[in-house]
């Protein structure tokens, strides 16, 4: 760009053949930085794709990163480049702005070379353009060294501000720095006055909702009615500056946190409202609060079941899918949704399906179930099966249907011969095989009348899993099964191993699989897994398990000492590779409670685990099913452990 090329001067001096990026030699990083301050829109953008896709990938810094900010920091601080704002973006997501916590060491070096430049952000607040100065906002967050000032220039940027959208991101970083802080007094009260006196609706909103994350840092408390008063006034701003109504509820809602009591009363108030709109706006935030927090929700579930019934056609499609978001918590509306079934077309294309019920949506891409179907499935209503029977019979099975019926576990078995059939016409490699035999195991014992249909083709992984889930009514599988054994792939034979015990009550398989695969590095998850299902039987292999304690795979050790348990009832050994990988990983701890369940009172000292997991109030696992699973789970292993 002519007249800007000297804040890149010494580029090409810079060594970055010897640096690296997420792709290789760092070599393309000049003409990436180039790019950015390029007069065609279409190369700056092409740039700053690069950059992010290439030199800040993912968030990641690498040593080109690193030497990429002194000429980035050049580029903001010229105000002839254009685009400049996007590169305030790109230094705040280098320098780790929006993140408070602990760095690495290579995000602290980033940090702090972002951060040296706090005097080039002061002078970026007076930018002519408001998209600089509201870059720069979020851009001052990553001068740690410098709050005090930062928060008084904020305060000061604000009182000076034409721009409602920069005065919107002043007020999230201010908010962002008093949470850091901890103290959220004096801000909290600042944004009460800006609730009350700024002429904007978008920049009040603003400032309740981070009025409302500081009252944990000690800031005032703001009430619920404040939040419905906000809210009574959507739309009476200029249109441009309108946010989405059903966008600045779950803004509000989600920025009470914890405080569930809050954030009921806010949505019921709104689910309850004679005013169509803002009924509309609560049904989305009941969604997403029931996916992500732990309480009793029916309530709400009666609420957005009266928009099935009473809403227009848009609205009517977001309370499907708010539904579906609930899952079980759904079933106090189940009677609106086979209402709204019985009354729609039962295929539709997706682009006439606004406000409709269709059981199957079709597209170009395939067909899926209608949201309204998989809502009412979710919450295990049997009515919802003859319709699932129905979708399974239609000419293009539909993605995911297996997994709506498999909820039903045994009492989906009529629905198992279907099954077979609809799996059977498609093709080897088609992925809705995997889903529709996923529904078989769960079915379980139930679906044994269709053994030899399953024994009619080659044995796949699922077919395997699925004959020994039937247990001893599919005996006649034995043959199929000892020779999937001896010839299939590791993990074939594992699979098969484990079937022939729950079909026959015979170890040997097993134990020709492991004599042939223990030692396999690859193969220990799956060795683990067939101890952990044969147990007690197995138990001369807990040396082996031992070993595997002190594996260096995360998931190998928490697989071990489920093994081991299940195998030699070790539960010394056992509880405190489990107690660690419940603090982990959270993904760890729903086949941990089915351990601690049956190990009775050996469990007691986990008790501490399993109480605090029950008083957490956000959920740590979805769908939402999964984690109510793991609360019975931890109920039943506190009742268990004495």
């Known amino acids: 760009m002519a007249g800007s090329v000297d804040v890149l001067d010494g580029l090409d001096e810079v060594a970055w053949e010897s640096m690296t990026h997420a792709y290789g030699a760092a070599t393309d990083v000049p003409a990436g930085l180039r790019g950015l301050i390029d007069t065609d829109p279409a190369v700056r953008e092409a740039a700053l794709d690069f950059m992010y896709g290439s030199v800040h990938h993912q968030g990641d810094i690498y040593d080109s990163t690193l030497a990429a900010v002194p000429f980035l920091l050049r580029v903001v601080a010229d105000r002839r480049p254009p685009g400049r704002a996007a590169v305030v973006e790109l230094l705040a997501g280098i320098g780790n702005a929006e993140h408070g916590g602990a760095l690495t060491p290579r995000e602290a070096r980033a940090n702090a070379a972002v951060g040296a430049a706090y005097p080039i952000f002061l002078d970026l607040l007076t930018d002519p353009e408001p998209a600089v100065r509201a870059a720069t906002c979020t851009a001052l967050l990553a001068c740690r060294d410098r709050p005090a000032g930062a928060r008084a220039a904020l305060r000061q940027r604000f009182d000076e501000e034409p721009d409602a959208g920069v005065r919107t991101a002043v007020v999230a970083a201010a908010a962002e720095l008093a949470r850091r802080a901890g103290d959220g007094a004096a801000t ?68 009470m946190g914890d405080r569930l009591g809050q954030r ?51 609205a009517r499609a977001g309370a499907y899918q708010a539904l579906g978001m609930m899952d079980v918590h759904a079933a106090p509306a189940a009677d609106a949704l086979v209402a709204a079934l019985t009354d729609s077309d039962r295929i539709v294309r997706d682009s006439a399906r606004d406000g409709k019920a269709p059981w199957v949506i079709a597209s170009d891409s395939g067909a899926v179930v209608g949201p309204a179907l998989s809502a009412l499935a979710g919450t295990g209503d049997p009515r919802a099966l003859p319709m699932l029977a129905w979708v399974l019979e239609t000419e293009a099975v539909p993605r995911g249907i297996g997994a709506l019926v498999g909820r039903y576990g045994a009492r989906a078995a009529d629905l198992a011969p279907l099954i077979v059939r609809r799996r059977r016409e498609l093709p080897g490699a088609d992925q809705r ?33 699925a004959l020994g889930g039937f247990g001893p009514a599919a005996r006649r599988a034995e043959q199929r099964l000892t020779e999937s054994v001896g010839t299939g ?145 931890c109920r039943t292993a506190l009742e268990a452990s004495g």
């Open 188 to 255: 909290g009260t600042w944004l009460a006055e800006v609730l009350r006196d700024d002429p904007d609706h978008g920049v009040r909103a603003a400032a309740l909702t981070q009025a409302i994350t500081l009252t944990e840092h000690g800031g005032p408390p703001v009430e619920v009615e404040t939040a419905l008063a906000l809210l009574a006034q959507h739309g009476t701003g200029p249109r441009r500056r309108r946010a989405d109504l059903g966008e600045l509820v779950i803004g509000l809602s989600n920025s």
């Open 264 to 314: 009921m009363d806010l949505l019921v108030a709104l689910l309850r409202s004679p005013d169509r709109r803002r009924r509309e706006s609560g049904v989305p935030a009941a969604g997403y609060l029931v996916n992500c927090w732990r309480a009793d929700y029916a309530p709400l579930a009666v609420l957005v079941a009266e928009e099935v019934t009473r809403g227009r056609a848009a």
């Open 433 to 465: 095989r995997s889903d529709l035999i996923g529904a078989l195991i769960r079915i379980g014992p139930a679906a044994a009348a269709t053994t030899d249909d399953l024994l009619a083709e080659p044995l796949d992984r699922g077919a395997i899993r």
């Open 489 to 633: 792939h590791r993990i074939e034979a594992a699979f098969a191993a484990t079937a022939i015990w729950r079909v026959c009550g015979d170890d040997s398989a097993a134990r020709h699989v492991l004599d042939r695969y223990g030692d396999d590095q690859y193969g220990k998850r799956d060795m683990t897994s067939l101890i952990a299902a044969v147990g007690a039987p197995l138990a001369d292999f807990a040396p082996y398990l031992r070993d595997l304690l002190r594996d260096e795979d995360f998931w190998v050790r928490m697989d071990a000492a489920r093994a081991l348990w299940s195998a030699a009832g070790d539960a010394e050994d056992t509880l405190p590779v489990l107690a660690y990988g419940w603090r982990e990983s959270a993904d760890t701890r729903r086949a941990t409670a089915e351990v601690l369940a049956r190990m009775g009172p050996s469990a007691a000292p986990a008790r501490p685990l399993l109480l605090a997991e029950l008083r957490e109030r956000r959920r740590c696992l979805t769908p939402v099913r999964d984690d109510e699973e793991l609360l019975s789970l």
